[in-house]
């Protein structure tokens, strides 16, 4: 196993609210933007959590992992979802390093001759 995911989160959460008690309005400014992005409902609650996951992989964020993972079961995500989901953040990714890999080409190739 590479991680309880199960106590990560639930350590992480503690610690959210260690900082909460620090910081009370980053928190209201996180939650009020998290609150913003399903206002519509025009995705529903699984594919916001879809996102958030494909979002998770691409970002390396472990606490976003173990939270959404859970809220995605929650929303009644399937594990053939969550994994078509994540071949789709896996395939952006390359794709960004692809695009990122261009740039540096062109950045060598913008220098002084030497």
């Not at 992480?12 to 980053?26: C, M, N």
């Not at 859970?70 to 390093?97: D, P």
């Amino acid at each position: 196993m590479m991680q309880d995911w199960n106590h990560y989160r639930a350590s992480l959460l503690e610690r959210v609210g260690d900082f909460a008690q620090h910081s009370p309005d980053v928190l209201r400014g996180l939650a009020t933007m998290d609150h913003a992005a399903t206002k519509s409902g025009q995705l529903g609650p699984k594919i916001h959590e879809l996102i958030s996951l494909a979002v998770a992989v691409t970002t390396r964020c472990d606490g976003c992992i173990a939270v959404h993972t859970q809220k995605a079961a929650e929303a009644g995500a399937s594990v053939e979802e969550i994994s078509e989901a994540l071949g789709v953040a896996i395939a952006m990714n390359a794709g960004a390093a692809l695009t990122y890999s261009a740039r540096v080409i062109e950045a060598f190739q913008q220098l002084p001759q030497k």
